[in-house]
Nanobody
Framework: QVQLVESGGGLVQPGGSLRLSCAAS????????MGWYRQAPGKQRESIAA???????NYTDPVKGRFTISRDNAKNTVYLQMNSLKPEDTAVYYC???????????WGQGTQVTVSS
């Protein structure tokens, strides 16, 4: 079983920055494909960024060029650096893990990000 705990959410003004962290336990982070999703009120949960176990990142268009996903396997932690935040980035952000050898998926509990003046 993999446990994921997000932190770093909060209230930020438009144009500001936040860094989310996702601490993993129960498994070596190095074997997991990791990602960040978000869910805004009244909308479906959407993938925004992912990073393979080998460290290759991928982003969806709404966040490309503004968000950066990274991983520190020694700390068993994945990060999401969010810059140039917009009100439409307001959502609950979830950490996601995919274990390649059995395709099991794991989710964190979510952290709220609110972008407002």
């Amino acid at each position: 079983q993999v446990q994921l705990v997000e932190s770093g959410g909060g209230l930020v003004q438009p144009g500001g920055s936040l860094r989310l962290s996702c601490a993993a336990s129960g498994s070596l982070l190095s074997i997991l494909h990791m990602g960040w999703y978000r869910q805004a009120p009244g909308k479906q949960r959407e993938s925004i960024a992912a990073i393979t176990s080998g460290g290759s990142p991928n982003y969806t268009d709404p966040v490309k060029g503004r968000f950066t996903i990274s991983r520190d396997n020694a700390k068993n932690t994945v990060y999401l650096q969010m810059n140039s935040l917009k009100p439409e980035d307001t959502a609950v952000y979830y950490c996601h893990a995919l274990r390649p050898y059995d395709l099991r998926q794991f989710w964190g509990q979510g952290t709220q990000v609110t972008v407002s003046s």
